[in-house]
């Protein structure tokens, strides 16, 4: 079989259980742990954290939570641990690190990868005139943090320097498994079906239990939520590699787990835009290779851009928000008004202490089926929790509003009760502005107990950097006999998340027989419509052939993205469920007795 390589990842995001850490050291028998700490948001807050005292700004959990009681056990067993934990300050993570190694007693060898910070950068980029790559807005006047996302090769270049543990800034999520890869497997720079294949896996892998069954569409299928496997993946030299998880752990490793990840916020499946490789997923293909085993093959590449992607957040004013439940019946209707008058109220006294009025406002009825817009069909329920979200430039302004939502427990609808966490405070909105850097402009090195090291950035020539041709749609479905209606969960599962202020779901076929007939009916149009009101921009359908399915994307969908948004859902997390009520008519025969959709009814919506 060759060399194999086992890499486990035990954390997704900044939070996340330090069980995975443990689960993977003590029974996953892995030469690598990874970890994955750093969402753009996350970003700002490390920012923050710096300003106010200068030794943070970093995850501290990564320190703290999982390598002070793991330290002994990852030395003992010659692990290698890699990770983004630095955020901000990774020479501060790294001080840390190297104080509870002292305490523990062990000698490890710790590296750093330095360059991601741009923060020094900005007044030259704004007189360059760069603008938003998504929106063309102006750069802001303001920045609370400006990192590039770095590649994997800084990160092969600190391990065969000697490291033992390698700790970065801001880099596209996969690299902390690429850059194993690269190691261990000498994949040179010009190898873009492999640096693809190791990205790829870099992807399955880095939201941790979201691929061994956690948020899956046929939730029912996974046992185990209380104690779920943390990701292994065991790799091979020739890109491909078998996604598992260690014995005796819940979740689930199926086709289909595997696949919903795969599809999570890539967008274009034929032009994924990493720094090392422009990823080309369309063809992967998955197999069954035994239980709770998967194997990957088939992803190709090209060569990247001569860019990092940076992400600049900046704060944009302030954000209130409150919750609070009504009960009895109209209970959505007397929401609605109570919501309405709060607003009115607040925002009469506000004008009349001299600020202008709310610069944006949210009123979300959940229970009501809200998300759902004109497809809801919650009907008269008696209990709904009511969530209001306004936005201003001046905190103090919505001081006010914070003071006058309690006097609505007296004054209004009867049933009102239940405020969730008091009088809000003002939180600060930070934005986030995407823009392309050369990459010679950005200085990468690597630092620490392996020596210092200046890397140069692999930059391809025209020739090659020339993007592939894109492939033609596929046909639409033909069907001249009775047609019946069913929602698209019967057909397809799926998936959703962010990118900014763009939604992204990826919708994957239950069966080949059922794709031409999704395609037929989810058009970008008729999509568009669906969410129509959410979605400000354009709808995108991309084809995913390998893994028969699509994925869009909906431009301006999320409300601004993340803490820049006043939903409840910013990121759209729910998105992917809500489309899974798209209505699709489908050949009337599949409803019937032994038909493949027996059971199903033609869907009320």
Known sequence: MGKIVRI????????????????LVRSGGIDYLVMDYLAEITMSILARMKARRPELGYATDFVTMVMKP???EIAGKRIRVVTNAGGVNPDACRDALLAVFREAGVDLKVAVVRGDDLSGEVERYRAQGVREMFSGAVMPAQAASVNAYLGAFPIAAALAAGADVVITGRVVDSAVVLGPLIHEFGWAPGQHDLLSAGSLCGHVLECGTQVTGGIFTDWR????????????AECSAD?????????????????KTVAEQIVYE?????????????????????????????????????????????SLT??????????????????????????????ARAERLMKAAGFDGFSDRSIEILGSETSYGDHARAGDTREVVLK???RHVSKDALQIFGREIFPAATAMAQGLTGFAGGRPEPQP????????????????????DVGEQTLSPYLPNAADAAPAAVPAPAECAAFDGPLATVPLIALAHGRSGDKGDIGNIGVLARDANYLPFIRRAATPEAVGRFFAHFVRGKVERFEWPGLEGFNFLLHQGLGGGGIASLRHDPQGKALAQIMMDFPVEVPARWLEAAGPLEGWSRDPA
Request: charged share 20%; net charge negative; with cysteine.
């Open 266 to 310: 890539v967008g274009d499946p034929t032009r994924y835009v990493l720094p090392d490789v422009v990823a080309d997923w369309s063809e992967v293909r998955l197999e069954q290779a035994g239980p709770d085993r998967v194997r990957v093959t088939g992803a190709c590449g090209a060569a990247p851009t001569d860019s990092y992607k940076v």
């Open 388 to 390: 209001i979200a306004v």
């Open 429 to 448: 909105v930070i934005r986030l502005f995407s823009f392309l850097a050369p990459k010679n402009d950005v200085t990468v090195t690597i630092a620490g």
């Open 221 to 232: 299928e996974v046992a185990g939520w209380d104690d779920m496997g943390f990701p292994i």
């Open 314 to 343: 900046h704060p944009d004013g302030y954000r209130s928000a409150v919750t609070m439940m009504i009960a009895g019946r109209e209970a959505a209707a007397k929401a609605r008004a109570t919501a309405e008058a709060i607003l």
């Open 70 to 72: 793991l330290a002994r």
């Open 239 to 255: 890109g491909s590699f078998v996604v598992t998880k260690p014995q005796g752990t819940g979740g689930l490793v199926s086709t």
């Open 8 to 23: 486990g990842c035990g954390a997704g995001f900044w939070g996340d259980t330090p069980e995975g850490p443990a689960q």
